[in-house]
């Protein structure tokens, strides 16, 4: 099993940042890649970005040019900087991580329980 234990979250005003952690642990053999999501309420859980293990990057339209995605892969850990936000970034933001597992020859997809960012004046 995997945890991935999130931090980070909060309030900010538009124009605010804030950075997002997320730190993976348990049995893990590779960690092919860790990203974010959000889900704001009455909408669909959205991609926001994603690092795999080889470091290709995508964000989401959205967020593009306003976060940044990085990772600290010693530990496990993923790192979003959002910079530039808006009203419209209010969202529970959830961590996710796709861990690769040899002895069934798969991959399994694992979620954190998400962290509040609230973007209001």
């Known amino acids: 099993q995997v945890h991935l234990e999130e931090s980070g979250g909060g309030s900010a005003q538009p124009g605010g940042s804030l950075r997002l952690s997320c730190t993976a642990s348990?049995?893990?053999?590779?960690?092919?890649?860790m990203g974010w999501y959000r889900q704001a309420p009455g909408n669909q859980r959205e991609l926001v970005a994603v690092i795999t293990d080889g470091g290709e990057i995508n964000y989401g339209e959205s967020v593009n040019g306003r976060f940044t995605i990085s990772r600290n892969s010693a530990k496990n850990t993923v790192y979003l900087q959002m910079n530039s936000l808006k009203f419209e970034d209010t969202a529970v933001y959830f961590c996710?991580?796709?861990?690769?597992?040899?002895?069934?020859?798969?991959?399994?997809?694992?979620w954190g329980q998400g962290t509040q960012v609230t973007v209001s004046s």
């Open positions: 348990g049995s893990i053999f590779r960690i092919n890649r």
């Open positions: 996710k991580t796709v861990v690769w597992e040899p002895l069934v020859g798969r991959t399994y997809d694992y």
